[in-house]
């Protein structure tokens, strides 16, 4: 542990920016002998293992990382400090940046053609670093803006579309949104601390009128909120992540829109301090918003890709659930006692999801963009079959799957389990008001509702890309991708199962970032499970989930079962019952039909709408062609940004009648403002 | 409620297991029984199931010609969740089997895993019956985990934990003041759900062989052999573990929470009661109710949502 601290504070914060540096000039190479985008991948995944390094090297003794890199202008330009929450998010970077820069080096093997965004991908790497390390508003402020320009880059991709370039243009537009929520944000606390450090904002935030508090509370949701992805803020995710390349893909979903979770716990928690009631009721609501809404969309998508967008939207809103019952529980009461029990359980929760979600979101994503190599499509309706051609692709899916859809003993579980019990814990606690308590509980019926469709979306996913008969010649075709590709997926999915299984460790290092970040006094851990871990003298939550005994038990009843029932048992191999009709492709659930019950069980919400056409062979009943088209309906989009799109659009046209373009008109103006403004500084 | 040694822990789980296992076919036997007779019929055997269930396991597995290791996986996989969920719900004394391991929230998981296997082992096999049953199944459980969670979350505020053999000492000891309006609308709720989840009327019929109506068995037609011993024997014991679970949060009476012989002798038999009570009930429903319509099924079990909302709504702003 020494070694790894003195490593922390000397050599790898100035090893990671020259590796990156380094890759980003490596990807701006012309095409020589050496494959420039291969040594600027491998460059860059050197970078992400020294960030997973350094990340893990905070975090295990508690200690604070900083290096600065000289000021200019008197602002400094970039100073970076690592304190265990930021390390938790450099975690996961280092992990979701190693994993899908091996990854990439598999799929730009094949691939040699000069992509001029390549640069953008280290430094989209380096600037989440930045963002995560960032101690003051200056250099937060030109991370976030990097991040959002190289992200925005690699979405638009070497050989951009109309649609790739659409949803580019949408992502920079709602994020520079987001930014301005956050400079205006970041300019009150500035005004009022006199500085831009982020260490005199806590004491800053603290003078604020409660008015002007909340003002900033809400600027920050708006800002982070869109960062994260959180309904309604969320129209551009679903747009970005399935046109960028996979590997981008798996960054930003598993990495980036958690700088906007990052963001608030760092600011809305920690720095804004407890706040009024309706702060926590607020996260509350956007968080079982978005994760319903982002799981009942992303049944109704069968472009992998997109689902899985749509699974980042609702991920967030559990990620959302933890943060709001840590503001509830906080905001009651400082004295300790139950709240204070419940509001680190929930912040772990909300931590740890965090951590989760960027591993199994990550080989989710890998894995659909190598069917997407493989096949040549990502509709899963055009899949099926995979897992016998793709066998690595097709279990790393299958995990990922498990993992994102809670089921024990993966990691997914385990913190909607720690989500739980903040939730239940809150219903319980006396302390709160009763609004928040039943808030939390209906939250209770949001999260199951959430898991449960999380596991139609997810078997339907992976049932209908790799199971069974494949839906069309080029499924049938497919290979598996090449070992880089696979070992990526592969070390990520074993990283959900490790991480699942050591959950009670994990989620008791977690607690110790929590306790800093609310300000309260370290707990002494002891014992199994993750409540114990965290301490079990927290009434109302004496409950523990032991991940490693529930592992050891379902192996051994899985290899008593596997021995007894399957190994060494006789099998016939039949074709499958179909009426007696010789069984084909079309005779199989697509991904469409899979969700029909679905579609039509919450249609209120989704207003399904289907279109049939069928046509006949002339002079008979009996159909020659039958097409079907369904679509539903985006609630949010229809009704909000629609009619604010049609506003601004109509607003454009009326500003536009002052511009003539006649010089004398122009001058007649600015003469009128003079005048105008004379006359009001004049008193 | 005093904490038992490491001994009597380990002789009071193993005791619990034996009975849930031995019992379980059992049950599916009398709900036979009780339907059959309902309809003036005989009805096979009480002890028809664990024939069943020998003869299967003795014959040889046929699979579909596209099944992968999954097909083979899957049974094994739903068999082994179901069984560990039971050794978390405390059925005979307030300590369940792995007491302090587990909470309500992991078996509601361990039934996801197992339900999620399953569904996905529907599909392996590429014909129409399996994707039927398995879009069903999925679909009827977003229906039913709500209410299942909103209710357990009732109970767990009332005793301040989630953990199972707190929430049934709980409520044991506090005798009829457990039984609150509020509990019983949670318990009216979870009957609800309890049905569906365990696939009787009004929501599946466990006997029909009409493919286009089938829900779990839809997902069972192509397996065979011990693979349909293991997925039939996994049917019967999650009709343990969701009974376990209303007896446990909504039914405690009995349930021992000391260890002297009359205590124990009493929880077995209480147990016991409560299954076999079950299993009577959920035989009358099969007998006397209609198959809804699958698309008028979110008009039944979205109502137990809703009554296990107003039942935590009862608990917060109702003052006892």
Not at chain 2, 211 to 219: A, P, R, S
Request: hydrophobic fraction near 55%; proline fraction near 5%; charged fraction near 10%.
């Amino acid at each position: 542990m020494n070694l790894l601290a003195s490593l922390a504070t000397g050599p790898l914060p100035i090893a990671i920016a020259v590796l990156l540096v380094l890759s980003t000039l490596a990807a701006a190479l012309p095409n020589a002998r050496v494959n420039p985008r291969g040594l600027s991948l491998a460059l860059a995944a050197l970078a992400s293992a020294a960030i997973l390094t350094l990340g893990i090297a905070v975090l295990a003794p508690g200690a604070t990382v900083t290096a600065g890199l000289g000021e200019v202008l008197g602002f400094p330009l970039v100073r970076v400090c690592y304190d265990g929450l930021a390390a938790l998010f450099l975690i996961a970077l280092g992990a979701g940046g190693l994993a899908s820069s091996v990854y990439a080096i598999g799929s730009s093997a094949r691939d040699r053609g000069s992509d001029r965004t390549a640069p953008a991908y280290p430094v989209f790497i380096g600037s989440l670093a930045l963002v995560f390390g960032a101690s003051d508003a200056f250099a937060f402020l030109l991370a976030w803006e990097l991040m959002a320009l190289s992200s925005a880059a690699l979405v638009l991709g070497a050989r951009p579309s109309g649609d790739t370039a659409r949803a580019a243009y949408l992502y920079f537009t709602l994020t520079h949104l987001a930014t301005a929520a956050l400079v205006v944000a970041f300019a009150i606390l500035v005004s009022a601390a006199g500085t831009t450090s982020f260490e005199a904002f806590g004491a800053a935030a603290a003078d604020l009128s409660p008015a002007a508090r909340s003002v900033v509370f809400v600027l920050l949701l708006v800002g982070f909120g869109t960062k994260a992805g959180a309904i309604p803020f969320h129209v551009w995710l679903p747009r970005a992540h399935p046109v960028a390349p996979s590997h981008v893909s798996a960054l930003m979903s598993g990495v980036m829109i958690k700088a906007g979770i990052y963001g608030l716990v760092r600011f809305g928690l920690e720095i804004l301090g407890p706040g009024p009631e309706w702060w926590g009721l607020a996260v509350l609501a956007l968080g079982a918003v978005s994760a319903v809404l982002g799981v009942l969309y992303a049944l109704m998508e069968h472009d992998l890709k997109r689902l899985l967008a749509f699974h980042s939207i609702e991920n967030i809103g559990i990620i959302l659930l933890g943060v709001g019952v840590a503001m509830l529980a906080a905001g009651a009461g400082q004295e300790g006692g139950a709240v204070s029990g419940i509001a680190r359980i929930a912040l772990v929760a909300a931590l740890f999801h965090t951590l989760n979600h960027a591993l199994f979101k990550s080989v989710l994503f890998l894995a659909a963009g190598s069917v997407q190599r493989a096949v040549g499509s990502r509709d899963l309706n055009q899949l099926g079959g995979l897992a016998r051609t793709m066998p690595v692709t097709a279990v790393a899916f299958a995990v990922g799957a498990a993992a994102i859809s809670g089921l024990p003993p993966l990691n997914g579980f385990a913190s909607e389990w720690l989500t739980f019990q903040g939730l239940i814990g809150a219903g319980g606690a006396a302390s709160l008001s009763l609004v928040a308590r039943s808030a939390t509980l209906i939250a209770v019926g949001a999260l199951g509702l959430t898991t449960a469709l999380a596991v139609v979306c997810f078997v339907k996913a992976t049932g209908m890309g790799f199971l069974a008969r494949p839906r069309s010649a080029a499924a049938a075709a497919a290979n598996e991708t090449p070992r880089a590709m696979g070992a990526a997926m592969a070390g990520l999915a074993l990283a959900c199962v490790a991480i699942g299984i050591a959950a009670g460790p994990v989620s008791g290092a977690i607690g110790t970032v929590a306790t800093t970040v609310l300000g309260q006094p370290a707990v002494a851990a002891t014992g199994p499970g993750i409540a114990s871990a965290l301490g079990t003298s927290v009434p109302g939550l004496e409950a523990a989930y032991g991940a490693l005994p529930l592992a050891v038990l379902i192996s051994l009843l899985g290899l008593v079962g596997w021995g007894a029932a399957v190994r060494g048992r006789r099998v016939r191999r039949e074709p499958t019952w179909t009426c007696g009709v010789a069984p084909e492709p079309a005779f199989q659930y697509t991904a469409t039909s899979y969700a029909k019950l679905i579609r039509l069980y919450f249609g209120p919400v989704l207003r399904p709408a289907r279109e049939v056409r069928v046509e006949l062979h002339p002079g008979t009943p009996f159909p020659r062609t039958v097409r079907y088209r369904g679509e539903i309906s985006h609630l949010i989009d229809e009704r909000i940004y629609r009619p604010l799109h049609g506003a601004t659009v109509r607003a454009a046209e009326l500003i536009r009648r002052v511009q003539s373009g006649s010089l004398q008109l122009y001058l007649a103006y600015s003469v009128t403002a003079l005048v105008v403004l004379l006359l009001v500084a004049r008193r | 409620m005093t904490d038992p040694t490491l001994d009597a822990r380990i002789i009071l789980g193993v005791a619990q297991v034996v009975l849930t296992l031995l019992v379980a076919p059992l049950l599916l036997g009398i709900t036979k029984r009780v339907k059959a007779r309902l309809q003036y019929r005989r009805g096979p055997d009480l002890l028809q199931p664990y024939r069943d269930l020998r003869k299967w396991w003795a014959k040889e597995s046929v699979e579909s010609d596209v099944a992968g290791p999954v097909s083979r996986a899957v049974p094994v996989v739903v068999l082994a969740a179901t069984l560990a969920a039971t050794l978390y719900i405390p059925i005979v004394a307030a300590w369940a089997p792995l007491d302090g391991w587990g909470d309500l929230v992991l078996v509601v998981g361990l039934m996801a895993l197992a339900r999620f296997a399953l569904a996905l082992g529907a599909l392996d096999a590429g014909g129409a019956f399996g994707g039927m049953g398995s879009s069903r199944e999925v679909a009827i459980s977003t229906l039913v985990e709500p209410a299942l969670l909103l209710a357990l979350a009732g109970a767990a505020v009332a005793a301040g934990s989630t953990d199972l053999g707190t929430i049934a000492a709980h409520g044991a000891e506090a005798g009829t003041a457990w039984y609150t309006p509020a509990l019983l609308l949670a318990a009216a709720a979870f009957a609800i759900v309890a049905v569906a989840e365990t696939g009787h009327e009004p929501v599946d019929n466990p006997d029909t062989h009409l493919e286009l109506t089938m829900i779990h068995e839809g997902m069972l037609l192509e397996a065979t052999g011990p693979r349909l011993a293991m997925l039939t024997y996994a049917a019967e014991l999650k009709v343990v573990v969701v009974i376990g679970l209303f007896a446990a949060a909504f039914l405690p009476a009995g349930v021992a929470t000391a260890l002297t012989p009359l205590a124990l002798a009493v929880a077995i038999g209480a147990a016991l009661g409560k299954l076999v009570l079950a299993a009577v009930i959920l035989g009358l429903l099969d007998a006397t109710l209609a198959k809804l319509r699958i698309l008028a099924l979110p008009g039944l079990l979205a109502t137990a949502s809703i009554v296990a909302a107003i039942g935590l709504a009862t608990r917060l702003w109702l003052p006892a």
